[in-house]
């Protein structure tokens, strides 16, 4: 396989972006990543999407995103791995560069989740849950972390207090990315008054409904140093994996195999093990679900992800920063584009150029994407090299 | 030629349900909603009273402050999104029943919380083209929200009733200017019992940027500013959006306090913001200057700027103050009796 370099990032400021439609979205970040590459080649295009089908009625992606940004008769494929699939999406480029079949490939992810009224929204997101053996009998996805919340408090004695670090943490970081839907400072009272959605999971815990797209360019390293235009930031490592789509087929609630798997599978490949990732860009759908996930990636012990959150050392300026970009619950989360996103925040961080929230002396960084309640994962390990 | 308001009246219904009674129901959060959308209670119309009943009691109110022969009254404009009748006028029951019939022209309007300031703008503008010597534009509703919806915590009841002249004036018309764009935020289809709504949608590119560019071209227009006015009133849909709408353009609280009626009223739709004005005149002082902003879904603001006279003081009290009719002679109901009041409960024919 040949070695694979990003050389262009591109996004816009997410939210509720109401004059904004989904080929608007992809196309505007691609546009951005290109200009940002300063490249006009795009050999093979990866469209990360959960569902354009049911947010906007609009399937068949691989068709309409070339033509709209203007690279009609490219290749182009959608992937979808629900919340996973901007992740799958970037993974999917990096094979088809390291392959040989393409030199440039770009991955965009997207969704426009707001055409649609909460209701559908939700019922939107919970497809991808198990329709037999959990949506069909009520449950939705803050349902579903909810249990896995409660239970974490019941075996290791997280607080309610804990799980509100996570958030005030993740806003005070997305206060400073000018990009984050909701940069709004957030203290432990606001979110723990906020209203509730499913005990102990309140509204502050949970990411929010969002317009968004995010969109990253890959060629092989040595193309890379013939552009010259950024610090040169390569892909080491990539782990995918699966588990059961429905939390109650897994042995035990609180571990999450395919991270676990996922995280081993690309520090393998990268050549390091945890100790060596300096920062990580992480799935945090839900304030549990960063602590579950920092501990599936063996961050910190099992049951320590909560007070290792509200001692600070998740903070930007924390012995491990998690979510230095406001992470999905200040940044915001368009399901399909978050993997993507966070691919962009991380090659922002390791060439420098993160502004009031860089990390200091960031090399090697990190990003968990995931899907469901932990069915799929994708990890990617990106360095800075000189 | 001078126009304005000669006369101004308001009917609400005595009863009310209070936000708890409904979140209850619903196993919805009280708290939030009151905190969130600053709502604490709503009007409920009795069994026998609708858009019909409640307009001719505000009309008569506003008659009364009037003092002119209704027989010189040339037009009779009803806007309202709950008009007793989908085939036949509301307009003509209210001229009947002021005793100005034949010799008039009636319409009804709907422009769902707009349809009371386009009677009123059409009744102005008549008045001032000279061809009438008065008109009367009104706004009431008696409106639906769904059960469980967000929207049955505020849908609301009630009337406000201005005589438009050129003589006699309470309130004399500066200037005005309207704002529309083909916006789909709220509707509801023929033979619908109640409406839908975009949610969110309903907010920043509806309500916000129809009500904020219509006060930004009005005040462009009369070379005003935010501190230049008395007061505002704008459509109110609960009591969070006037009030942050407000402070965002540069007006202040003391602005806006008097008007905003929501937290007590809740909803009126068509009567919404012109309850906000008339409770407004009746604590102004003569010479100030007032800007009235409403908001339709589908979707458009008509803004007016008044200035009160010297008449104003001397006509107030000739009929029921608006925070009187508010605060007197209140009956709470609970969700069941509420239901069967709004015909929420079916029975079988």
């Known amino acids: 396989m040949r070695d694979i370099a990003i050389i262009g990032i591109g996004m816009m400021k997410w939210g509720e972006l109401w004059e904004k439609s989904l080929r608007d979205l992809a ?60 992740g799958l999406a970037v993974r999917t480029a990096f094979l088809e560069v390291a392959s040989g079949m393409a030199d440039y490939a770009l991955a965009v992810g997207v969704e426009k989740m707001t055409d649609v009224g909460g209701g559908e929204a939700t019922y939107g997101l919970a497809t991808a849950s198990d329709q037999d053996y959990e949506a069909f009998h009520g449950i939705n996805f803050p349902g579903l972390y909810a249990l896995m919340a409660r239970a974490h408090m ?3 004695g997280t607080t309610r207090e804990q799980l509100a670090d996570v958030a005030v943490k993740n806003h005070r970081n997305g206060n400073l990315n000018p990009l984050a839907q909701f940069p709004s400072l957030m203290t432990r009272e606001q979110v723990m008054s906020s209203v509730m959605v499913a005990d102990p999971i309140r509204l502050m815990d949970c990411s929010p409904i969002t317009d968004g797209a995010a969109a990253v360019l890959l060629t092989t390293v040595e193309e890379a140093r013939k552009i010259k235009k950024h610090p040169i930031v390569v892909i080491s490592g990539i782990g995918l994996a699966t588990d059961t789509i429905a939390l109650c087929q897994r042995k035990d609630i609180l571990k999450l195999p395919a991270i676990e798997l996922a995280g081993q599978r690309a520090l393998k490949m990268a050549g390091k093990t945890i100790r060596d990732i300096n920062f990580a860009e992480v799935h945090d759908c839900f304030t549990i679900a960063e602590i579950m996930v920092m501990e599936a990636l063996g961050i910190v012990e099992p049951g320590q992800g909560g007070p290792a959150t509200s001692a600070g050392h998740t903070a930007l300026n924390g012995k491990f920063p998690i979510n230095p970009s406001g992470g999905l619950k200040s940044k915001g989360h368009p399901v399909g584009a978050t993997g993507v996103a966070q691919i962009y925040e991380v090659v922002s961080q390791l060439r420098g150029t993160s502004g009031k929230r860089q990390i200091a002396d960031a090399k090697v960084g990190m990003t968990q994407n995931m899907g469901g309640s932990g069915g799929s994962c994708v990890i990617h390990i990106l360095e800075a090299k000189s | 030629m001078d126009v304005g308001i000669v006369g101004y009246g308001t009917q609400i ?75 036949k006028p509301t307009g003509t029951i209210l001229a009947e029943a002021l005793g100005i019939c034949p010799h008039v022209h009636t319409a009804d309007f709907e422009f769902a919380c707009k349809a009371g300031t386009e009677a009123m703008f059409v009744a102005l503008h008549l008045v001032k083209s000279g061809v009438m010597k008065y008109a009367i534009g009104a706004g009431s509703d008696t409106s639906q929200g769904a059960p469980g919806d967000a929207l049955e915590y505020s849908a609301s009841a009630g009337s406000a009733a201005f005589v438009m002249g050129a003589d006699n004036l309470v309130a004399e018309l500066v200037d005005t200017h309207c704002f529309m764009t083909d916006t789909p935020d709220f509707w509801r289809r023929e033979q619908a019992h109640y409406p839908e709504h975009g949610g969110r949608f309903t907010g920043e590119p509806a309500y916000w940027k129809h009500v904020s560019g219509a006060v930004n071209a009005m005040l462009k227009k009369a070379n005003m500013k935010p501190e230049d006015f008395n007061y505002i009133i704008f459509h109110q849909p609960n009591g969070k959006f006037p009030a942050q709408t407000a402070l965002k353009l540069g007006f202040k609280e003391p602005q806006f306090r008097h008007g905003l009626l929501t937290p007590v009223l809740g909803n009126t739709y068509s009567a919404s913001s012109p309850l906000g004005l008339a409770a407004t005149l009746d604590i102004a002082k003569p010479g100030e200057l007032i800007l009235l902003v409403s908001y339709g879904s589908g979707a458009g603001s008509d803004a007016f700027i008044f200035r009160t006279t010297d008449r104003l003081l001397k006509v107030r009290d000739l009929a029921p103050l608006v925070r009187k009719q508010l605060d007197e002679h209140k009956v709470y109901l609970e969700y069941g009796t509420y239901a069967k009041f709004r015909r929420k409960i079916l029975k079988p024919e």
């Open chain 1, 27 to 86: 196309v505007e970040a691609s546009l951005n990543c290109l200009a940002d590459a300063g490249v006009d080649r795009v050999d093979t295009i990866s469209i990360g999407c959960m569902s354009g089908g049911i947010f906007n009625g609009q399937e068949h992606l691989a068709s309409m995103i070339p033509d709209y940004l203007g690279f009609k008769h490219t290749p182009a494929m959608r992937v979808e791995s629900a919340c996973a699939s901007g």
């Open chain 1, 154 to 156: 019941t075996r290791y």
């Open chain 2, 13 to 87: 219904p005595r009863y009310r349900i209070k936000v708890e009674e409904i979140a209850k129901v619903w196993g919805a959060d009280a708290p939030s909603y009151k905190r969130g959308l600053n709502l604490n209670e709503k009007s409920v119309p009795a069994p026998d009273e609708d858009v019909a009943t409640l307009t001719v009691n505000a009309a008569r109110n506003a008659l009364l402050r009037a003092g002119i022969n209704p027989m010189e009254i040339g037009a009779v404009y009803v806007g309202s999104e709950s008009h007793p009748y989908a085939v």
